[in-house]
């Protein structure tokens, strides 16, 4: 999974890199930003998100955003996105967020390789060196 979200990254010139970024069209205030799980692999796809049509192969900013008090956070969510972006064959979906705790310890081993969340805690817990507090 973090091979593929690095393979996005270095192409910056090419399919990838800022190009696999858009601004949401629909300029929900409601989300950070979202994508489509597999959208790594989708060529071209689109559909429609809130009446706008959009590419599933793209990875979506909404304005809230930019109101993440810290880089940290805003590299979290996405890292996040990344994880659903690149994710296949199992489908990496939201099974679990750091605000329900209880919840995130009971997902299973399978549960837990196919959770977003868990994929933006652990580079999280890499760049801080320890059980990082993110959110």
């Known amino acids: 999974v ?13 399919l990838w890199g800022p190009k696999a970024f858009y601004s949401d069209p629909a300029k ?6 979202f994508t489509y799980a597999g959208g790594f692999f989708g060529g071209g796809s689109r559909t429609d998100f809130r009446g706008e049509s959009v590419r599933t192969d793209g990875i979506y900013v909404s304005p809230p955003l ?21 994710g296949h064959p199992g489908l ?5 967020y ?3 705790p209880e919840k995130m310890n009971k ?3 399978w549960h837990r390789l196919h959770n977003a969340e868990n994929y933006a805690n652990f580079a999280a817990e890499a760049i801080k ?7």
């Open 2 to 14: 973090f091979d593929r979200m690095a393979m996005v990254f270095q192409r910056p010139g090419g």
């Open 66 to 86: 930019q109101t993440l008090k810290t880089e940290h956070l805003r590299a979290f969510v996405i890292v996040h996105e990344l994880a659903h972006f690149v």
């Open 92 to 96: 990496i979906l939201d099974h679990g």
């Open 107 to 109: 997902l299973s081993p």
């Open 28 to 33: 929900s205030k409601d989300l950070y930003a």
């Open 129 to 135: 060196g320890h059980n990082a507090e993110i959110v």
């Open 98 to 100: 750091n605000d329900n």
